[in-house]
């Protein structure tokens, strides 16, 4: 249970910074030099972040594997 969440947030986020990275990557389609760089770089940016969210979501994922039952007993 304690998964389904960490996995939908990731979900949901990638999904609006996808979008944000398909909108990028359509509007560096036209204009000067210059903007079509930065639209790309941008673009090229948000979907390094997806692949930065997909792999903290795989480490939380095995630390909550890793995790006692009792954390509350640490304090």
């Known amino acids: 249970m304690k998964k ?3 996995i939908i947030i990731t979900i949901i986020v990638s ?3 996808g979008l944000y990275a398909f909108i990028t990557f359509g509007a ?3 204009g000067p030099l ?3 760089i930065i639209l790309i770089a ?3 940016g948000s979907v390094c ?3 930065a969210m997909i792999y903290t979501l795989i480490h939380r994922l ?3 594997d890793r995790e006692d ?3 509350l007993s640490k304090y």
Do not use: S
């Open 4 to 6: 389904i969440a960490p």
């Open 49 to 51: 972040l997806i692949g």
């Open 42 to 44: 941008v673009g090229i």
């Open 62 to 64: 095995k630390e909550i």
């Open 15 to 17: 999904c609006f910074i």
């Open 34 to 36: 210059p903007v079509r």
């Open 28 to 30: 560096g389609g036209g």
């Open 69 to 71: 039952k009792d954390d």
